[in-house]
């Protein structure tokens, strides 16, 4: 019965190791994804390249003195 056992537990045990080596996989791959999407804000929420995007893209100026209007709130 004791060898049953040793043979069950190991056969679980075994399991259990499989499980955790597709984990840890899959954790890396999301770091591995996480990282690269830190790399793709950065380099997107740059100054320069938002103002050539708006420059460039959608044809954005900066307004002059005689375009900009005073709003009173009362």
């Not at 537990?9 to 499989?18: D, E, I, K, M």
């Not at 793709?40 to 893209?57: C, D, G, L, M, P």
């Amino acid at each position: 019965a004791s060898s049953l056992a040793v043979v069950q537990v190991t056969h679980l045990a075994r399991g259990q190791l499989n499980k955790q080596d597709t984990l840890l996989q899959e954790r890396d791959e999301l770091y591995l994804e996480w990282r690269y999407l830190l790399v793709e804000e950065e380099f997107y929420s740059q100054n320069a390249r938002i103002e050539e995007v708006a420059t460039s893209h959608l044809k954005m100026k900066r307004p002059t003195s005689q375009d900009e209007q005073v709003i009173l709130v009362q």
